[in-house]
């Protein structure tokens, strides 16, 4: 088992930067991948980034590749998203997620573990 909770949303104004953060509990976090996920209102949750917990790959949605950066540290049990650049239609609800798997981790439904969310709103 493992319990998640986000931090770091909040109001930005678009071209600004924010850090998202999400703490683990539960043991060995270092063998679960990691992803971050965000839903629009009316709108089902989409692949944000992920990393695999067996190579560190990471993954990006197209339209925050160059933008948004994820990275962990397994010793203090956490997952950071780095959002640069933000753009109004980044507005959303974030969410981080683990699995123990490390196959298709664009998919939500592969994720058995979620945080609470956090609101992410970008202004113009």
């Known amino acids: 088992q493992v319990q998640l909770v986000e931090s770091g949303g909040g109001l930005v104004q678009a071209g600004g930067s924010l850090r998202l953060s999400c703490v683990a509990a539960?043991?060995?976090?270092?063998?679960?991948?990691v992803g971050w996920f965000r839903q629009f209102p009316g709108k089902e949750r989409e692949f944000v980034s992920a990393?695999?917990?067996?190579?560190?790959?990471?993954y990006y949605a197209d339209s925050v590749k160059g933008r948004f950066t994820i990275s962990r540290d397994n010793d203090k049990k956490t997952v950071i998203l780095q959002m640069n650049s933000l753009k109004t239609e980044d507005t959303a609800v974030y969410y981080c997620?683990?699995?123990?798997?490390?196959?298709?981790?664009?998919?939500?439904?592969?994720?058995?573990?979620w945080g609470q969310g956090t609101q992410v709103t970008v202004s113009s």
């Open positions: 990393m695999s917990w067996t190579n560190g790959n990471t």
């Open positions: 539960g043991r060995l976090f270092g063998t679960y991948s």
């Open positions: 997620a683990a699995d123990a798997g490390w196959e298709r981790l664009t998919d939500p439904r592969e994720f058995d573990y």
